[in-house]
Structures are given as structure tokens and as C-alpha cells.
């Protein structure tokens, strides 16, 4: 093969070649015969002429005025918006449908576009449909940064909460100070955080530091909303996911608590829920009505607890079970129906509850409305005789 070609090759190289004008324009002008072909030549001529006319002259317009202009794309910004921006007045409708007012709750005259207005008890008014407008706090009286020393010790998958050598326990120490007045106390926990950064924020910016913040174990970034919770004031906890009746169609997630588990099932689904994040004082629960019937299960969590000086506050599901460190429940779920008017129905109870026990304790979750209505009640609370505090003045020790 090879050597039939370098054969072809040089018997090429040996041939005179014919003649190159002849060769290059006889093709040329064959086509310029046929009528198509030449009036497209003439046109192309035409074009042509034109532009060396203006490349020789110069151009026509060059005399005109010019400008021009720089036009750069705007650069998004990668941070997640703050409470007040989450909660403006054209922000609010993805997050929460206020759904109807309680004609009875109306302000006079109503809400203006149709909308039903209720009266809160500082004199301020919340809309439905609307967004909210309860202000920014600035961070006042901001809690130790975590963790403090002696009170965590080295875990499989990170540092977990302990006793300290001198008796110091997470549940006092990361705690908010409470001084009681003599007033009635109420207290309140807001919970759900972490998941949703805009949410997340306005809890932590618009409520009153004595408002206890619960974090959602599975949120991205927890140490960093702890961190940022404290540095606000609030004393926080973190929710530990427990078997639901309907489990596992409704699954609260990976690291669940079970019915089933047995105490070293707890133990280790624990030493993975205390393990992210420091500076909470308690745990609460996150559903569980089901693990809650499972006296080994709930036996083995009371037991880390106690030994780990944690408190365990419920949402009054798990009223009669004793145990941790110190033990609160709640005396009702402020938003089980998430409106405004029945939110403040739920505060008003709650209020009364205090008056004639001497202190009451509520919980929620972090819905924009609870947390704008939340804003608002606190803000009168002592007008009305009552002394807001952190729930961790409303636990008590087994026995005490």
C-alpha cells in the first residue's frame, strides 16, 4: 500500500503542469454565461463598490454625535433576608394564609380593603392578608457564648452536654437569669427554627429576649442560630424527634425516637441529637404521642437526661411522665388553629391561667403569624399585671 502511493506521488511530480490562468478562469466563466449566475455577480459588485466607496471617503455619520454605555447584570445576593424583610408587607402571603377573622374580634369599622383587623391587647392591630410589623429588637443582655467549660465532654459524633466536676448542669447554666417580680409569671416557647432562615431570624430579631427559641435538630448551620439566639438573649432548646401515632406515614425523620427502639436504641439516637449543636439548656419533643407509651423508651431518655443535667420540657403531651433534670409542661399550644384571633384567644387563656395558678406556659411554632401576634402580646404584658419569663424558670427539679 505504502509504495503505490510514494509511485502515484512521484509520477504527479514528474508532470508538467497546464497552464494556470487557463485552468482557474475557464470554470469561472462558464458560470458567469448562465442569466442566475450574473445578475448575483452584479449585485455583489454593487455591494462591493459601495463599501470601498466608504472605506476610501470615510464614513457619512462621522460627524454625528456618539455615546455609549457600560451595562453591568446585578449581582444577587446570596444571604437570607432578615425577619423585617421576610415580614414586609409584600412578603408575607408565601409563607402563611391568615385564612378569616373573628367578625366579633373586629376593630371598628373593620380592616380597609375588606380585610378583618383585630385589635390586640397594646391597642396594635393585626390584618389578615396583610404583613406584619412588630420592630427589631437590637440584641440587649446577650447570653455566654457556647460552650462554656465543664459543661460538654467528647461524643462519637461530636461535643455532648454533661455535668461539670463542680456540679455545675447545662440546664442552670445556659439558662436565661430570672429574677421574679411577685407578678403572675407567663412564659412562652417558640419553636420549628432553623429550617426556614427568614422565619428563623424574625423570631430571634422581633421577639422579647424572655421568649425561649427551639431549634430543629436536622437544621443546616444550627450552631450558628443557637449562637446568634444567645447573642439576642434567648435562652434555647433543642426538639428531639419522637414516634407519632401514624408513624411511619408521618415520620418525623431519621433519628427518631421509637416505641419499639429499646433504651439502646435511645441512647445512641441521642448521642446524635445532643451531639449537634451546644448551649441549650433542655430538649423538648417533637411529636411522640406514640413513644410516649413506651415506659422503656421514655425510662431511657429521663435517665440521659437526668445524667447529663438536661431539662426536658413538653409540649403537655407527656404531662405525667417524670424524670430529667428538671421537668416542665406546656399548659397549652398557642396555634393549633393559625389565625390571629385565635392565637389571642389562646393568649388570653394563658393569661388567665397565670393569674389564678400564679404562672402558665405555652408553646408554638414558628409560624410568621404566631410570631407577629407573640411580638405584640408580650409587648403589654406588664400593663396587665404580668411578668414575662424564660421557661426555665418554669421547671422544677423531680421532688421539689
Do not use: C
Not at 18 to 27: C, F, I, K, N, Q
Not at 205 to 218: G, Q
Amino acid at each position: 500500500m505504502f509504495a503505490k502511493r510514494q509511485s502515484a506521488l512521484a509520477a504527479a511530480a514528474g508532470a508538467p503542469p497546464e497552464p494556470r490562468s487557463r485552468v482557474a478562469m475557464e470554470p469561472v466563466l462558464n458560470a458567469l454565461k448562465k442569466p442566475p449566475v450574473a445578475a448575483g455577480a452584479a449585485g455583489v459588485f454593487v455591494i462591493a463598490a459601495a463599501a470601498l466607496f466608504a472605506a476610501v471617503l470615510g464614513d457619512p455619520r462621522a460627524g454625528a454625535p456618539t455615546a455609549s454605555a457600560v451595562l453591568e447584570r446585578p449581582v444577587a445576593a446570596d444571604t437570607a433576608p432578615t425577619g423585617a424583610e421576610a415580614f414586609g408587607f409584600s412578603g408575607l402571603d408565601i409563607y402563611q394564609d391568615l385564612g378569616p377573622i373573628d367578625p366579633a374580634l373586629m376593630g371598628e369599622g373593620g380592616a380597609a380593603g375588606g380585610e378583618a383587623l383585630i385589635t390586640l391587647p397594646d391597642g396594635a392591630s393585626v390584618a389578615s392578608g396583610q404583613g406584619f410589623s412588630a420592630p427589631v429588637r437590637a440584641p440587649s443582655n446577650p447570653l455566654p457564648k457556647a460552650p462554656i467549660a465543664g459543661l460538654f465532654q467528647p461524643g462519637p459524633n461530636g461535643p455532648l452536654p454533661r455535668i461539670a466536676a463542680d456540679g455545675r448542669v447545662p440546664a442552670q447554666a445556659y439558662a436565661r437569669p430570672f429574677r421574679s417580680n411577685g407578678k403572675p409569671m407567663v412564659a412562652l416557647v417558640v419553636g420549628g427554627l432553623g429550617l426556614n432562615s427568614a422565619t428563623t431570624r424574625a423570631a430571634i430579631e422581633r421577639l422579647p429576649a424572655e421568649v425561649t427559641l427551639s431549634f430543629v435538630p436536622y437544621a443546616e448551620g444550627l450552631q450558628t442560630w443557637i449562637d446568634l439566639a444567645r447573642a439576642h438573649g434567648h435562652e434555647v432548646m433543642i426538639e428531639l424527634p419522637m414516634e407519632p401515632i401514624g408513624y411511619p406515614d408521618n415520620d418525623p425523620g431519621p433519628y427518631t425516637l421509637l416505641s419499639s427502639g429499646g433504651a439502646d436504641d435511645v441512647a445512641v439516637k441521642l448521642d446524635w441529637l445532643l451531639a449537634r449543636a451546644t448551649g441549650y439548656f433542655g430538649v423538648t419533643n417533637y411529636l411522640g404521642d406514640r413513644f410516649a407509651t413506651s415506659d422503656e423508651g421514655v425510662t431511657a431518655l429521663m435517665t440521659n437526661l437526668r445524667q447529663r443535667g438536661l431539662a426536658f420540657l413538653d409540649d403537655g403531651s407527656m404531662r405525667r411522665r417524670p424524670g430529667a433534670f428538671a421537668r416542665a409542661s406546656a399548659d397549652r399550644v398557642v396555634d393549633e388553629e393559625q389565625t390571629p384571633a385565635a392565637i389571642l384567644r389562646q393568649f388570653n387563656a394563658l393569661e388567665a391561667a397565670a393569674k389564678t395558678n400564679g404562672a402558665a406556659l405555652g408553646t408554638g411554632f414558628s409560624y410568621p403569624v404566631t410570631v407577629e401576634a407573640a411580638a405584640r402580646w408580650t409587648a403589654g404584658l406588664e400593663a396587665r399585671g404580668l411578668q414575662l419569663a424564660p421557661a426555665s424558670a418554669m421547671t422544677r427539679r423531680p421532688g421539689r
